[in-house]
């Protein structure tokens, strides 16, 4: 008869430091907390929340890095034709002496 009462004992031990274990996360799901509240909160709002408070979402940023590159690649470009520029104002400036000249 003792054979049979060992395993019921160790597993009656064994169920119980179980339920110790995850005793602290059942209460925690349980309990109502701030967090928990705001999370649920912000969760179900967060669309409001960021058109009101004009906050930046990724696809804002993203938007705005496309457009700071395409920028910079035309200023670089303008930078490229600025000296091609520079070398048709001379030659025009010195026809315009020379017309004048004559």
């Given at each position: ?8 004992k ?9 339920s110790?274990?995850s005793l602290?996360?059942?209460?925690d799901?349980?309990?109502p907390t701030?967090d928990?509240?705001?999370d ?7 669309s409001?929340i960021?058109?009101?408070w ?7 940023l993203?938007?705005?890095?496309h457009?700071?590159?395409t ?5 670089r470009?303008?930078?490229k ?5 520079e ?16």
């Open positions: 008869m003792e054979e049979t009462a060992e395993p019921t160790t597993s009656r031990l064994t169920g119980f430091k179980e110790l274990v602290p996360h059942t209460i799901e349980r309990l701030m928990k509240s705001l649920r909160y912000f969760d179900s709002h967060i409001a960021i058109e009101e004009g906050l930046i979402t990724q696809h804002t993203d938007d705005l890095e457009r700071l590159n920028v910079g690649n035309e200023i470009n303008l930078e034709s600025r000296t091609l520029l070398k048709r104002v001379a030659d025009l400036d010195a026809e315009l002496i020379r017309l004048e000249g004559s």
